[in-house]
């Protein structure tokens, strides 16, 4: 449906009531992962899959949210909202009111409907789209604009505080900031960020290997656990190290003997890919292209082999696309543990690759996969 006139409808014929239309992307992530919790580096791009947003104010005091996709209406008292998750899909709207109000915002009756096309589960940041376009709905209708480094805040909160997923900023704050045909490098130390055109001629083709991922998992939770304590046992020597963001190769060359052998290999990954990141944003600007995808290829490699945060399937999403025409680079992209590859293509060859590749991989796996063919897009905004 992605058609905000359609969602204008429904909301209307559902509340009968004029709706304010919002929209928040989903994103892939080029490179830089599991990097921003460590006050790193990352680079993303917002994408043309987005939740949608319509909102109107009630006057009977309650709350209503309604989830097309899932075709299911959950009604609240505005002055008594839940204060803890049900793994429900409502947990992500709910959880950014419930930031919004510890923040001294007094939450309104009004109407929400929600609807997406971020596929769930692969690695897209579906959730982060929910919760930025809720955020930037019910501040809407509230008459607030709040920057986008700031409401990408308080999203991340409402998924760390209320959902109980232990996440960066990376998701969020791309949904909030993108930029149409642009990547945006984030130095998470501060949310200083750069964008960088991405050329003309390069495709963003994102490979969905069909493998769910989940970061409320615990796989997330316990890399992101070693990952702080190599840092822990680094900054026994140079207390400077506050994060992996401030230690170096040369730390692990030093201390790494007293880190636990799975432990140290999770920070190699994370140091080393603070430094891919960094040079290839350089390489982005400068439209060298064959640099960003060689730097896409270690950065893979790093992911799956010292990280082990891939899978077999994603390995092969990877490895098949190695020799086919006009691939520039590719990689898992996301949390890990399955979801998408992202290929960076020649334009010209993008159709093609995404047909050769979704054959191999069906062949390969016997999974059928979904492969888009994607642009960076627009972050938060509203459809007037
Ligand atoms: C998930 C998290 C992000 C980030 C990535 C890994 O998408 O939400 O904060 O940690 O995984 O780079």
Known sequence: MKDPAALRTLHENRFHAVPQIFAAPGRVNLIGE?????????MPAAIDFATLTAISPRDDGQVVLYAENFGEERSFPANALPTSPTSHWSDYPLGVLSILAGEGYAIPAFSLTLWGDVPLGAGLSSSAA????????VTGLLGVTIPGPQLALLCQRAENEFVGANCGIMDQFISANGAVDHALLLDCRDLSYTLAPIPEEMALVIANTMVKHAITGGEYGSRRAE???A????ATHRPEIKFLRDAT????????????????????????????????????????????????HEAHISYSKDFEASCVEADTMVELAQDLPGLIGARLTGGGFGGCTVNVVEKAHATEF???????????????????????????????
């Open 249 to 296: 190769v040369a730390d692990l060359e030093a201390w790494g003997h007293e880190i636990p052998p799975d432990a140290l290999k999770r920070a190699r990954h994370v140091i080393t890919e603070n430094q891919r990141t960094v040079d290839a944003a350089k390489a982005l600007m400068q439209g060298d292209l064959p640099t960003l995808g060689r730097l896409m």
């Open 231 to 234: 840092c822990r046992i680094l």
């Open 227 to 229: 990952v702080e304590e």
């Open 130 to 137: 929910v919760e930025v376009a809720t955020a930037i709905a």
């Open 34 to 42: 599991h990097t921003d919790y460590a006050e790193g580096f990352v």
């Open 354 to 384: 995404a047909a050769s590749l979704a054959s191999r991989y069906k062949q390969a796996t016997g999974i059928d996969p979904q492969i888009f063919i994607c642009h960076a897009s627009a972050g938060a905004h509203r459809i007037s």
